[in-house]
């Protein structure tokens, strides 16, 4: 028989959100007339804006006529499209990134979670806890973690970093030297940020300890406050340490058409065990081509319209709207009595259980009380736990319902 990878059996059950489908798909089965309210998984359900359904349909239809026809596109995507990105995602903020630094793919997820690829074994990384769990479990598969110890809710060989209501949920510096840092800002799952200030400190830390940051920056477009940095290049001299990873999932209603972008600025550079700088822009070019095969061009040209004048209109109207829904959530919450914290920069809402109350605990009782999901805290890592994620992602009307059932059942 064909050996195994055995580091996936150190992962711990099923990712986090098929497992709360599946148990949600157990409460339905045994009550079908349930009206269930899913803010769970961070899906959108706004359609996407006139403008990019507009660019994406005619983008389909030259793919109709042999003179406009495409097949393969650039592996790291078309030139129209990374220019936009860099002209008005970048350069607008003062952040000098060349579009050739830019490489499109379908999903921050699989970036953030491929990117350890270009890493050593022995790499060590740092996570903030809680954490988006991707970050975590593609380093277990890659055999760069221990065991999973029960006790504390963590891996051996991950350095946690807990992001709690005394630290205001920003990250403390690791005590040990680390490789790798996961940060996102806005932050999944706790909706909170990181300042000007805040991301200096990581740049002049990563610097120090010639250490790279991995900045995931896939909710940037609800940042409310001019003074909250969207990308972490608006910091000076993150150019030498950090990627950044972003999305137009969140954005621009793209979950289910699928477009996101990865920024390796040239000048990043990683070690050989023999002591020679290697640029990582040209390890993620290698990998990118010998791996994937491109965006469809049809797409491409749909994330090209989030810039156009209506498409940025459109798209901000979308975002005010989740926003809204996420003013609400806080509101109800404060008047029922939870803490809440962020919700304000970010389309999610993380608040105390009641009680500090196990997560999961929570988690049933919201499904049975009043049908609504949401995502336990300790699915987000061990300091997640006594806290609880809803999204801000859903219709007026559900989160009305939602908050009223919570009102009256909880
Ligand atoms: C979440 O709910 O945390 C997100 O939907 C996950 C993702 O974007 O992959």
């Known amino acids: ?156 060989r991950i350095i946690y970093l807990p992001c709690t209501e005394q630290n205001q949920f920003c990250p403390p510096f690791p005590k040990e030297r680390t490789d790798l840092i996961y940060i996102c800002s806005p932050n999944n799952p706790t909706g909170t940020i990181l300042s000007k200030d805040h991301l200096k400190a990581w740049v002049d830390y990563a610097k120090e300890n010639q250490s790279v940051i991995l900045f995931d920056a896939a909710y940037e477009a609800y940042i409310t406050d001019p003074e909250i940095p969207h990308s972490i290049y608006e910091i000076e001299g993150a150019k030498d340490v950090a990627i950044e990873f972003r999305s137009f999932s969140k954005t621009a209603a793209f979950t289910g058409t699928r477009c996101a972008f990865t920024v390796v600025p040239k000048k990043l550079a990683g070690e050989t065990s023999s002591g020679e700088k290697i640029l990582l822009h040209n390890l993620w070019n290698r990998r990118h081509c010998t791996k994937f095969n491109g965006v469809s061009y049809p797409v491409q040209r749909a994330a090209e319209a989030v810039y156009t004048k209506s498409g940025r209109k459109e798209v901000k109207s979308m975002i005010s709207y989740y926003l809204e829904n996420a003013s609400l959530i806080r509101n109800a919450l404060t008047e029922k009595g939870f803490k809440v914290f962020g919700g304000v920069h970010a389309p999610y809402i993380w608040l105390q259980t009641p009680e500090k109350m196990p997560s999961w605990m929570f988690f049933d009782q919201l499904l049975d009380k009043a049908h609504v999901v949401g995502t336990p805290g300790a699915g987000f890592g061990p300091s997640g736990e006594g806290y609880f994620r809803l999204t801000a992602f859903g219709s007026r009307k559900n989160i009305r319902e939602a908050l009223k059932r919570i009102k009256e059942k909880i």
């Open 1 to 156: 028989m064909a050996s195994l990878n055995e580091n996936y059996l150190k992962l711990q059950a099923g990712y986090l959100f098929p497992e709360i489908e599946r148990r949600v798909k157990n409460f339905t089965a045994q009550y079908p007339q349930a009206d269930i309210i899913r803010l769970g998984i961070g899906d959108v359900t706004e359609p996407l804006p006139p403008s990019i359904v507009k660019a994406f349909g005619k983008a389909v239809r030259e793919m109709g006529k042999p003179k406009t026809f495409r097949g393969y596109g650039p592996e790291q995507g078309y030139s129209f499209l990374r220019e936009a990105i860099a002209e008005n995602d970048f350069k607008s903020r003062g952040a000098n990134i060349d579009p050739s630094e830019i490489f499109i793919s379908d999903g921050a997820k699989c970036d953030t979670g491929n990117i350890q690829e270009l890493f050593s074994s022995s790499a060590v990384i740092a996570v903030t806890d809680p954490v988006y769990p991707v970050y975590v479990d593609t380093n277990v598969m890659a055999g760069r973690t221990g065991a999973f110890n029960k006790e504390t809710g963590r891996y051996d």
